[in-house]
């Protein structure tokens, strides 16, 4: 991925010069490509006889035992710790990577944890992963994912060298896009509006573009965003336009309702929306409210976030969520 090659030849400058960090943290926006550039490294890493590493820009060699593994996606020395059902990287999780930290490697020479997510830890997880942290191994790396915006413990942070995958211009993520596109069957290629609206919505994030393109997030969308005009309206009560955001689901509506408060925020300071469809309504708030409002709306997501964590109705979550925004109607409106 062309966005990605700065971080990159970053890893590639530090593994031929012998300076690799024990763990990193990876930071970019849902959907930039986080995880497909962790098992990239990690595959450079415990390749046998990785190419270019004199000139100082090693790839993977594609061809030892390692990379077969690699491509097999069955290699022993690569461990992958994500949340599970309860949206969270668990304490047996990290006991486990740290099991596998001290242990000797199976094949390679070198081991390779990549935690996605690292902001997804919860509490006794994130202080079982310190003691890892604090005793690093020499020959293992830890690849700590992390969404932009999503908090990570200062003391894991602080552990840790940090590195940002950006997202690409709207060129490079369009060009992305088209390959994609190509590699499917003719009839299930999404139109070129619909790429546009997905790389719109996903805010140039090319991976979630896709993941858009191709599911059915768009229009359940788009049928959220109706009732939520409508609301604000006084049009439908918050009960009906709840529903639409029940059938996204808890995480999709809270993401929906973060990138709102984001652009709110965007626009009372000047700036454009990533959402270039509610641009009208969020001007219309923007004008009527201070910025700090915007903000509060944010809190009240990651709340909502949290509260998640333990099984929380998307239905009442929304609910809550859209009466805290109808208070941003100028009174007259709400009162009509």
């Keep these: 991925m062309a966005w990605h090659q700065a971080a990159w030849s970053t890893i590639q400058n530090r593994l031929a010069a ?3 960090p024990h763990a990193l943290i990876i930071t970019g926006e849902r959907g930039v490509g986080k995880r497909h550039w962790a098992e990239s ?3 450079l890493l415990v390749c046998d006889a990785p190419e270019n590493l004199d000139a100082g820009v090693p790839e993977a060699c594609g061809r030892c035992k390692q990379c077969e593994l690699v491509r097999a996606a069955s290699h022993p020395d690569i461990r992958v710790y994500a949340p599970e059902k309860s949206r969270m990287v668990k304490v047996d999780q990290i006991r486990a990577l740290s099991g596998f930290a ?3 490697p199976q094949v390679a020479r070198r081991k390779v944890a990549i935690i996605d997510r690292a902001d997804q830890l919860n509490i006794n997880a994130a202080n079982a992963l310190l003691k890892t942290l604090e005793e690093p191994q020499p020959d293992v790396t830890l690849l700590l994912l992390q969404e ?3 908090p990570v413990l200062p003391t894991i942070r602080s552990r840790c060298q940090a590195m940002t995958l950006p997202n690409p211009t709207t060129e490079v993520a369009n060009e992305w896009l088209a390959q994609q596109v190509l590699t499917m069957e003719e ?7 619909v790429l546009a609206k997905a790389l719109m919505l996903a805010g140039n994030a090319p991976r979630l573009a896709l993941e858009y393109a191709t599911g059915d997030f768009i229009g359940l969308r788009d049928q959220a965003f109706d009732g939520f005009k409508q609301f604000m309206k006084n049009q439908i009560p918050v009960a ?3 529903k639409a955001f029940k059938a996204l689901g808890l995480e999709d509506s809270l993401w929906l309702f973060e990138s709102w408060a984001a652009d709110l925020a965007r626009i009372g300071a000047g700036g454009a929306p990533v959402d270039a469809e509610a641009e009208n309504m969020l001007g219309f708030l923007a004008r009527s409210n201070p910025v700090w409002k915007a ?3 944010l809190d009240m997501v990651r709340e909502a976030r949290a509260a998640g964590v333990y099984n929380a109705n998307p239905e009442l979550e929304a609910a809550r969520l859209l ?3 109808q208070q941003l109607m100028p009174t007259r409106r709400r009162a009509g």
């Design 18 to 20: 012998d300076r690799l």
């Design 41 to 43: 490294v990690a595959g």
């Design 102 to 104: 001290v242990a000797s």
């Design 148 to 150: 932009a915006g999503r």
């Design 187 to 193: 009839g299930s290629r999404p139109e070129a509006t």
């Design 240 to 242: 009906e336009a709840a």
């Design 295 to 297: 903000h509060e709306l």
């Design 323 to 325: 009466m805290a925004w």
